[in-house]
């Protein structure tokens, strides 16, 4: 039986071809999480690499982040985390460490209906509503339980029925995964923050800088302006990084999440709070079948008119950009990185600021604020920088096509 991963974003690490206008900030922050786990216990190691793919393959799917530190979950499920019983936090360990394979697999994808539904659970999940019963995990996959649910150890994969699933049994997948996440953070945690985290929270502190609780509700306020989006029944993730860029930029980073559903990051800058980028990831645009150039092609200016009110209504930025830049993957006709176009309004003094949309959805993504428009280019696509006239004539690569001011 063929096993699909439901949005595991680690199997597409390993087989999408990565867009060549990805930015810098992705690189950075992937070495950033790298080494935060290099410093973990080595006990963890296996299990280590298979929550560093899935992390990843976020920042792949367009959330530029590092690890989190710490992720912090409502106190209902929290609290509902620190009274599991001693002897199950050393099964869940003891089947963590025994497991050889990258990461979890599903004996079947979930239908539409499922992953709505999971969604919707996972908030529900965060909010008090518990499942009854445990998932049942059996050491391997056997033909004689194909009508119910269970989880194989031996080769981490969920065993879903051919029929829908109920509430229970999602309630069931979403409770093991939060145990599991639970468990790892509680080992590989280390027990005090950084020298050099110390040292940035007192210099942020005595120049009278934000407090992370001032990013926090910063991001909140940005979750629901830029997304339209409600913090109630996400995952809150937030943490000071040290080394957020080449340049060793300091910066907040503000999360929200529904697992496998939905993705908002911020970055702030904690000096006085400004919006340094943000950027979403959702698993319905993974779904999505790939808008054609014919379609994208009247599509585009009324695009680069929505990112153009982006810019100036939501975000307040002058409209004092000198031109536009629209920046996509052409994959034979199609457009590639999950439907993603980007705009680029680049001012006179080589700066940009860049507005990723989907095009399917003609909805906003991602901002991000580029010092150096022409090197952010060239280090991001060295072959291909200069610019197309021709918007179908790049497949399998980034075009670039001046639409003007």
Known sequence: MKKNQHFNPGEIWESIELPDNLDLLIKNSVEEGYKRMQDKKKRTEKWRGKRMAAAVGIVVLGCAAAIPVKAFVTSLVQERMQHIPAEEIKEVESVMDSQEVNADSYSREYTQ???????????????????????????????????????ARDTSTFCLPERELTDEELLQIIEFETKRDYVLSERTEPADITAEEKQAREQIAESGGITEEKAIALGTEWLH????????????????????????KVVYNVNFSVR?????????????????????????????????????????EKMCETAKAVLTGKLQKEAEYEKIVCAYRDENGYLGSFNRISYYFIRKDGSAYKIAMNAAREAFLDYAYIEDYGAYIQEQNPQTAEKSKNPNSGQGKTVYVEIGK
């Not at 969604?119 to 996959?141: D, H, K, M, S, V």
């Not at 496998?260 to 904690?270: G, H, L």
């Not at 943000?278 to 150039?293: C, I, K, T």
């Open 113 to 151: 209906t499922e992953k709505e539904r999971y969604g919707n659970l996972y908030r529900a999940y965060l909010q008090g509503t518990f499942p009854q019963g445990e998932l049942r995990q059996e050491q391997t996959q056997k033909k004689e339980t194909a009508d119910s649910l269970y989880y």
């Open 225 to 248: 302006n830029l997304y339209g989006v409600s913090e109630k029944g996400m995952e809150l993730n937030h943490y000071l990084n040290t080394d957020m860029g080449a340049d060793g």
């Open 260 to 300: 496998s559903t939905e993705y908002y990051y911020f970055y702030f800058d904690p000096q006085d709070g400004t919006l340094l980028g943000a950027s979403s990831s959702l698993a319905a645009d993974m779904d999505a079948d790939a808008v054609s150039y014919a379609v994208l092609e009247g599509k585009m």
